[in-house]
């Protein structure tokens, strides 16, 4: 625990100026970002006695090492760059919202030649315009069923849009009027993005003037004696109104509004979202989040407003943004929303009429997620607390493995042997900081030796970073031991023997061609920068043995270790000849199962994918300087690898992008490689001629 006054900043140094402000700990990882109008004013707040402080704050200052700021002109680029901050940094002490799902949205894909209509969830792309969140993707799905009828606009994939071209038919949809068919050409690339831009016209609130010319044709139609048309009309007419019913009419001014309601405890806090698009309810959404720092309703709102639309520009930052409470600095951020936008953003609190009783229904729905969370999450919660104490107690630790890491061994008879190391922390996986490794230090198949190379290879990277901030003293040892850079680095030399001196690895630069993690100053939270509480291995004594032995060399004796054997899920640990039985209905062993299970899923996932890769390398992938472009062009102009060996170097210089010289190479090696075995197809025992080539590239 650190005391704040050791790194407070001297009087006078902090401007009095608009500014963001980052915590930092003692491995240089950002645990905290704010902003502040006067960051003078903001950071002495921080520096007071703590027992004047909230404990929230209090826990942060003493967990920081070092606080930074930078200064900004103005309070809305103050924002903006917080949530930039917040974004890459993940610091462990703000208030991060994330969904308890992932909301399923209407998309159009209008970055096509032909636009699609289409059910999407994960992160918004670039040129598709996007309708929701809905609560189902069943609901999503209803509604585009209704409004094809009125607006056949396609919905089929790449595939099977491709494939209707080539046989020049249209799927069935094309047939019972629910798609123009742009596949076989009956409607213009023009003709169908208007169709696609009427659908999103609709879907955005612009029903009145829409229904109004549909109602109008339909009269004409029947004037004229069109009845069959007039017909088809109607029914339009009907489906677009049953398409509306299914979003309930909220405000009768075509409002454009969201409505953002908080509900919150002392830990925790819910936020619930209703988007309203022509005074209609379109879509709704929530957040959970504990409160690890201290802040009122104020600042969840302001936190809030960053998520939501941190990444969204025009006309998904509605006109109006209705909220419980507004943030300390609302001028700022309706700056920042009408930046986003493009005009004018309107950030108040409903005071009368319906948006006042709407925003209650909000809140309602919000402190209703906030209940089912604590129901759901009260038993989980209790039984990762009771797993981690029980694993504390069977190992002899002294406090509960907050961090756990867990390394597997895979391979297949001896042939592409890879490593993965998996992070639990909290008793929960943290996958942005898993790490995968090749093992290169030797051929063939040895478990033990592997893992002792892995377990060097992490943790020598680990005491590198503490040498780099000057947290470890580097020690005079002559020729420093430089490894790779990165989790497929190469192997690790021979570690000296314990008590010798550590040589620390040089952190590989721009001199060396390689990007390290090692270079990461900024105080990302990745790589190896931060040491586990409870190392875990898949395997019994050897591998037990061999990581102990690992951090021994490294001098490193302030890591637990132990390792969970298949067969009869003992756990062993260092040094002892009986392994650690744990019940069977422990939840401790349960725990390192499912962190056990969790590296060899991670791992044998690796080794499948190097094995695919290189099952399906050629002869091409041994000619120097040819790269992916180059190969699929001759691929593409010869047929296959054996027509392209018996062509001649004029006949290969005829492909486009391949010179003389390249050609000369490409034989050469091609004339020198022998032809692999035939496949054979053990189904019939047919041999398989050489001729698609698509295993060859």
Not at 155 to 182: E, M, N
Request: charged share 30%.
């Amino acid at each position: 625990m650190a005391d704040p006054s050791t790194y407070r900043p001297k009087p006078g140094q902090i401007p009095d100026s608009p500014g963001v402000y980052k915590f930092r700990d003692d491995h240089r990882r950002v645990i905290y970002v704010g902003k502040a109008k006067s960051l003078r004013q903001r950071l002495a707040n921080y520096f007071q006695p703590l027992t004047s402080l909230h404990p929230r704050t209090a826990t942060m200052v003493t967990t920081a090492a070092s606080v930074e700021w930078t200064v900004v002109a103005t309070e809305v680029e103050a924002l903006q760059l917080e949530y930039s901050w917040i974004k890459e940094f993940d610091p462990r002490f703000n208030v991060k919202y994330r969904d308890d799902k992932s909301y399923p949205y209407l998309a159009v894909t209008m970055n096509e030649e032909f636009p699609r209509v289409q059910v999407m969830r994960g992160a918004k792309k670039k040129g598709v315009r996007y309708f929701g969140p809905y609560g189902q993707a069943w609901a999503i799905r209803e509604t585009v069923d209704l409004m094809l009828r009125v607006f056949p606009v396609r919905t089929c994939s790449a595939g099977v849009f491709k494939r209707s071209a080539q046989i020049g038919r249209p799927c069935l949809l094309g047939y019972i009027g629910k798609c123009a068919a742009p596949c076989v050409g009956r409607v213009t690339p023009e003709e169908h993005r208007e169709l696609a831009e009427d659908f999103c016209d609709f879907m955005t609130g612009r029903t009145g003037a829409y229904l109004r010319r549909v109602e109008q044709d339909m009269m004409v139609a029947a004037e004229d004696m069109e009845y069959e048309r007039a017909a088809r009309l109607r029914d339009d007419l009907g489906a677009l109104r049953k398409a509306l019913e299914k979003n309930a009419i909220v405000f009768n001014d075509a409002t454009d509004a969201d409505l953002i309601a908080v509900a919150e405890d002392e830990l925790e806090a819910a936020v619930q979202i209703f988007h309203v698009r022509g005074g209609r309810v379109r879509g709704q959404r929530g957040w959970v989040t504990d409160k690890v720092e201290a802040v009122d309703t104020a600042g969840l709102v302001e936190h809030a407003l960053q998520q939501l639309y941190g990444e969204e520009t025009g006309d998904s930052v509605p006109k109006e943004v209705l909220v419980p409470a507004l943030p300390e600095d609302a001028d700022a951020v309706s700056g920042w929303l009408a930046a986003r936008r493009g005009s004018a953003v309107s950030l108040r609190i409903p005071q009368r009429g319906d948006k006042k009783a709407l925003m209650v229904t909000v809140a309602r729905n919000a402190q209703q997620a906030l209940m089912l969370h604590k129901t759901k999450r009260a038993s989980d919660l209790t039984t990762r607390s009771r797993a981690l104490e029980e694993i504390a107690a069977a190992l002899d630790l002294d406090s509960a493995p907050l961090r756990i890491e867990c390394f597997d061994i895979s391979h297949l008879q001896g042939d592409d042997v890879v490593a993965s190391m998996v992070v639990f922390e909290d008793g929960l996986a943290r996958k942005s900081e898993y790490r995968r490794f090749q093992i290169k230090g030797f051929e063939g198949q040895d478990d033990v030796r592997s893992m002792h190379e892995v377990i060097s290879r992490r943790f020598k990277r680990y005491l590198a970073e503490k040498a780099r901030t000057g947290e470890w003293a580097e020690e005079e040892t002559g020729d420093e031991t430089e490894e790779g850079a990165g989790p497929t680095a190469a192997g690790t030399p021979a570690a000296p023997g314990p008590g010798a001196p550590v040589p620390l690895p040089a952190a590989p630069g721009p001199a060396s061609g390689e990007v390290s993690a090692l270079q990461d100053e900024d105080g990302r939270p990745k790589r190896f920068a931060y040491p586990p509480q409870l190392l875990v291995v898949d395997g019994g004594q050897p591998q037990v043995a061999a990581a102990k032995r690992a951090l021994d060399e490294l001098g490193m004796d302030d890591i637990a270790v132990c390792g969970l054997a298949k067969r009869l899920e003992e756990v062993w640990v260092p040094g002892e000849d009986d392994p650690v039985v744990l019940p069977r209905s422990s939840e401790g062993l349960y725990l390192l199962q499912r962190v056990r299970d969790e590296a060899h899923r991670f791992a044998i996932t690796y080794q499948r994918a190097k094995r695919t890769k290189r099952f399906k390398a050629g002869p091409l992938d041994a000619v120097p300087g040819l790269g992916d472009t180059r190969k699929h062009a001759l691929i593409k102009h010869f047929g296959s690898v054996k027509r392209l060996r018996s062509a001649t170097i004029d006949e290969i210089c005829e492909v486009p992008g391949i010179g003389r010289k390249t050609a000369e190479t490409v034989a050469a090696f091609l004339a020198q490689a022998a032809p692999a075995a035939p496949a054979v197809n053990t189904a019939t025992g047919e041999i398989i001629e050489e001729d698609d080539g698509g295993s060859t590239t």
